[in-house]
């Protein structure tokens, strides 16, 4: 079931053409979706409520390796990008393995691209693209004090020792 959520680049691009062709809004966000959490349910869920179509670009593994170190990610991008497609609120799924969504999102073009509370707009590489190509770039959900690296930090004191 969660299988038939996961696209390549090239054929999401023209599933999103068809959506926009019409009259859908067509929403994306991306990240590294690292040990899926409650932060990222109610994330993702606040962003497919900007649209009707919610798309989730997972960083690659190689590329998670280069922005988080070399222990991460946790679980592989496979793996990941099943778990999100598992999810109700999630449309769609693509594993895209640049270090940013420029590229993709130029591919894909989409009405709305969403990010987290904890950038600003102005920080926000990707937003000249998005507005490029007609979409308008949202920031701000989020979920405070929820966040992998937290989590990360919590099972490191709890079980470090061990």
């Known amino acids: 079931m969660t299988q ?3 696209f390549q680049r090239k054929e999401l691009a023209a599933i999103i053409q068809r959506l926009k062709s019409e009259d859908k809004v067509v929403v994306t966000t991306n990240g590294c979706f690292d040990v899926l959490h409650l932060g990222h349910l109610r994330y993702l869920q606040a962003a497919r409520q900007q649209g009707d179509a919610l798309v ?8 998670v390796r280069e922005l988080k170190g070399e222990n ?19 449309d769609y799924v693509v594993i895209f393995p640049e270090l940013t969504p420029i590229e993709l999102l130029a591919d894909l073009k989409p009405n709305i ?20 190509n007609g979409g308008q ?3 701000g959900l989020n979920v405070q004090g929820k966040s992998t690296t937290n989590l990360i930090e919590v099972i490191c004191e709890r079980f470090g020792n061990n």
């Open 4 to 6: 038939n959520k996961i």
């Open 56 to 63: 989730v670009a997972v960083n690659s593994d190689s590329s």
């Open 137 to 139: 770039v949202l920031v």
């Open 113 to 132: 691209h969403v990010k987290g509370g904890d950038y600003k707009l102005e920080q926000l590489i990707e937003k000249d693209i998005v507005e490029k």
């Open 72 to 90: 991460r990610p946790l679980i592989p991008d496979v793996e990941r990008a099943e778990m999100l497609a598992g999810l109700e609120c999630v």
